[in-house]
């Protein structure tokens, strides 16, 4: 992404954290400027649509405990369907 970000673009980034971490106060959600730019570029710099989309992201996240997912191959199990 581009190091030249327009003061409106910065305005927006700050924007959606706020709204971000006043709806996520009890979680331990991390998020970098990096993914709240690339949230908002993906909705045309919306605040509401990328607030909205990145809501429903952490929350399936934590839903699905994304975060202790084992890497592992060794420690998963696999099913044959057939």
């Known amino acids: 992404m581009e190091n030249n970000k327009t003061d409106e673009l910065v305005d927006k980034i700050g924007e959606l954290k706020r709204k971000i971490e006043d ?4 979680s331990d959600v991390q998020i ?3 993914d709240f730019e690339r949230f908002l570029r993906a909705k045309q710099q919306n605040v509401d649509d990328s607030f909205e989309q ?7 996240r934590e839903k699905m405990d994304m975060d ?3 890497t592992g191959l ?7 369907l057939t």
């Open 23 to 26: 709806a996520f106060l009890e």
């Open 32 to 34: 970098s400027e990096p």
């Open 54 to 60: 990145l809501s429903k992201t952490i929350e399936w």
């Open 74 to 80: 060794n420690q998963r199990k696999f099913v044959r």
């Open 68 to 70: 202790n997912i084992s």
